[in-house]
């Protein structure tokens, strides 16, 4: 049963983690060729920006970690017997246990001279870059 919760779960999640990266990637291209600052209005400041190599990069960086509880179930059952007779008994009990997630999304943009956007990639989770990929929309 397990199993086949977590599998459902799954294959409910994964569509909605492709929609917010395909967004976020639609909406990062979709700067290109234009000024830095019509990406900043959109998602906020960078956190840092870098010299690399003569390339001029700004990075949005954002991680942040959060404790949730999730339920756990636990079935038993089993069979008990005592002299002549038998019989069989089955329960199951669920906890709360907290599960710890890091939430992290890193975007990194390079420019010109003229400060427009000549190119972009990004790395992180749903729960980190959906944010960005909202505000893109």
């Not at 599998?7 to 060729?33: M, R, V």
């Not at 890091?102 to 003229?114: A, K």
Request: a neutral charge; hydrophobic letters at 30%; charged letters at 15%.
């Amino acid at each position: 049963m397990k199993k086949i919760v977590l599998l459902l779960t799954t294959i409910l999640f994964l569509p909605s983690c492709f929609a917010t990266f395909t967004e976020l990637q639609n909406g990062l291209d979709k700067h290109q060729g234009l000024s830095l600052n019509t990406l900043i209005d959109r998602i906020g400041f960078p956190t840092a920006q870098q010299n690399i190599a003569g390339r001029k990069l700004y990075v949005w960086d954002t991680s942040n970690t959060v404790t949730m509880s999730m339920p756990t179930t636990s079935n038993t059952s089993g069979t008990v017997t005592s002299g002549t007779s038998s019989g069989t008994y089955s329960g199951s009990s669920t906890i709360w246990v907290p599960t710890t997630y890091n939430y992290n999304c890193r975007i990194t943009i390079e420019v010109d001279d003229q400060d427009k956007i000549i190119s972009n990639y990004w790395e992180g989770n749903r729960g980190g870059c959906e944010r960005y990929a909202k505000a893109l929309q």
